[in-house]
């Protein structure tokens, strides 16, 4: 029996020993999900892969999808296509709900709807949410992004601020909808900048009548002194500059203090006349902001610590273990965004394993392996993560790469053009399946040569409140 239905879905319930092989459960089917369950489509053993949509999203191309670079199926596949091989042999099950709370008294994870998935093994790869710092009354201004549903959001807001000053015949109520404001100068928020210029300078400068796109105002606030702080200097220094030959403002060391519905309040370290430096407070009107400035565990860290104990850090994700368990449950293993992991290369010397794609896939099959190795009674292993470098890009032929050589202890720095060549080739070799990167290639060649982006449509926003009543059209309803 797959799972068992309780009116108190909170409440603890004792749970028969089963029969037949062990169950894994995989929460989440993010890049670490995804290669735990492929990793073990060949062991004895059942599969339940848990995610709360229905499809695998590429995380690091979801920005072309805010900025109407790339229609959502060709940077997302469904789960039950991409695992269909292994669903067809019989030991793996893919379900779609949100797990609520974790019940390792029982070892079974609870659903929305109060069913109890048991496991002999458990994997949680729940990844990462937006974090405010505290200020959650500012998402509704500047909405983060990490899921479809946010680049939605994010590309029906730019375009439409686009509609509104068209529609505004007040130049001084006209300028806040053609300023937008980027919170956060890490990749996401560098890419945004760089995108977003560029639609403004090339891809709507001929589709307006009353207004000139090229004159739209594109800031990129971060409170750090420099963009792209985990890159070198001399990177971060090249992104910067060509950010600004794009036509974007940036303005390192601007902390912000308050987000509203009419702009951004920040404050910024500023030179006197005298030779002095002091802060200065300033006031952006603008009507777009866009947050990526944090990042949080997914609440489900904070539901495994009051089930187990297991610690947290500053962002609530958990501290694992070299093999990447918990302490006192060597069958619950913590991936991806989600665990606060050292790497074990030189086990002297444990470095941090940074939040990105590579680690938590490495994550996840390292777990598979784990998994695999104590079900034939050997210890399992310390993680050892190999990092192949950073990239970002900032716009058209240009970005910025670090890229380390493998087998060698040499790391290659460049930007630019070869750099942006270099990432288009290794974000389309990693998207999953043909299709998606055949309709990668071609829009990206169609917007190459002629700047333009065709998937700029977005639904009717009143479509999509979320509370919105369901009108019948039967009379007598």
């Known amino acids: 029996m797959l799972f068992s239905k309780s009116k108190t879905p909170s409440a603890a319930q004792p749970v028969a020993p089963r029969q037949g092989k062990p169950r894994v459960v995989i929460i989440g089917c993010g890049f670490g999900g995804l290669e735990a369950a492929k990793a073990l489509a060949q062991a004895d053993v059942e599969i339940v892969v848990i995610d709360r949509t229905n499809h695998h999203l590429f995380q690091p191309l979801l920005y072309?999808?805010?900025?109407?670079?790339?229609?959502?199926?060709?940077?997302?596949?469904?789960?039950?296509?991409?695992?269909?091989?292994?669903?067809?042999?019989?030991?793996?099950?893919?379900?779609?709900?949100?797990?609520?709370?974790?019940?390792?008294?029982?070892?079974?994870?609870?659903?929305?709807?109060?069913?109890?998935?048991?496991?002999?093994?458990l994997i949680l790869a729940a990844g990462a949410t937006h974090s405010y710092f505290g200020r959650d009354d500012w998402a509704k201004y500047a909405p983060g992004l990490k899921t479809l549903g946010d680049?939605?959001?994010?590309?029906?807001?730019?375009?439409?601020?686009?509609?509104?000053?068209?529609?505004e015949t007040d130049p001084v109520k006209r300028e806040p909808w053609l300023t937008f404001a980027v919170v956060g100068a890490g990749p996401t928020g560098v890419e945004m900048a760089g995108t977003m210029a560029e639609i403004a300078q090339h891809t709507l400068s001929a589709e307006f009548r009353r207004i000139d796109s090229r004159m739209a105002r594109v800031i990129l606030?971060?409170?750090?002194?420099?963009?792209?702080?985990?890159?070198?200097?001399?990177?971060?220094?090249?992104?910067?500059e060509q950010l600004e030959m794009l036509g974007a403002e940036v303005l390192p060391g601007a902390k912000v203090t308050n987000i509203?519905?009419?702009?951004?309040?920040?404050?910024?370290?500023?030179?006197?006349a005298d030779g002095t430096?002091?802060?200065?407070?300033?006031?952006?009107?603008?009507?777009?902001?866009?947050?990526?400035?944090?990042?949080?565990?997914?609440?489900?860290?904070?539901?495994?610590?009051?089930?187990?104990?297991?610690?947290?850090?500053?962002?609530?994700?958990?501290?694992?273990?070299?093999d990447l368990t918990i302490p006192g449950h060597p069958n619950i293993y913590v991936v991806g965004d989600l665990a606060s992991a050292k790497s074990y290369l030189d086990p002297e010397n444990p470095t941090p394993v940074p939040g990105v794609s590579p680690g938590a896939k490495q994550m996840g099959r390292k777990a598979a392996f784990n998994i695999m190795r104590r079900l034939k009674g050997l210890?399992?292993?310390?993680?050892?993560?190999?990092?192949?470098?950073?990239?970002?890009?900032?716009?058209?032929?240009?970005?910025?790469?670090?890229?380390?050589?493998?087998?060698t202890k040499k790391r290659v720095r460049f930007s630019g053009f070869a750099a942006w060549l270099f990432w288009l080739f290794v974000h389309v070799y990693f998207l999953i399946g043909f299709r998606n990167r055949t309709v990668v290639m071609m829009d990206w060649a169609w917007a190459y040569f002629t700047s333009q982006r065709h998937a700029r449509v977005f639904p009717d926003p009143h479509a999509l409140e979320p509370n919105a009543r369901v009108v019948r059209v039967n009379p007598q309803d």
């Open 260 to 272: 509203n519905a009419f702009g951004i309040n920040y404050d910024l370290m500023e030179n006197q």
């Open 277 to 322: 430096s002091k802060v200065v407070s300033h006031f952006l009107p603008t009507r777009t902001v866009i947050w990526a400035a944090g990042v949080a565990a997914s609440p489900l860290g904070k539901a495994l610590a009051k089930s187990t104990g297991c610690e947290l850090d500053r962002a609530g994700r958990v501290v694992v273990q070299p």
């Open 151 to 167: 680049a939605f959001t994010i590309r029906r807001r730019v375009l439409t601020a686009f509609e509104q000053a068209e529609r």
């Open 64 to 121: 072309q999808v805010a900025t109407a670079g790339l229609p959502a199926p060709a940077i997302a596949g469904p789960i039950r296509h991409i695992l269909r091989k292994q669903i067809a042999q019989g030991n793996l099950t893919v379900l779609m709900g949100e797990v609520t709370s974790i019940d390792c008294a029982s070892d079974c994870v609870v659903l929305d709807g109060g069913e109890h998935i048991h496991f002999d093994h």
């Open 221 to 240: 606030l971060e409170g750090a002194p420099r963009v792209l702080g985990t890159f070198t200097e001399d990177l971060s220094h090249r992104a910067q």
């Open 379 to 407: 210890d399992a292993q310390a993680f050892r993560y190999f990092d192949y470098g950073s990239m970002a890009t900032i716009g058209k032929r240009a970005a910025v790469a670090m890229i380390d050589i493998p087998f």
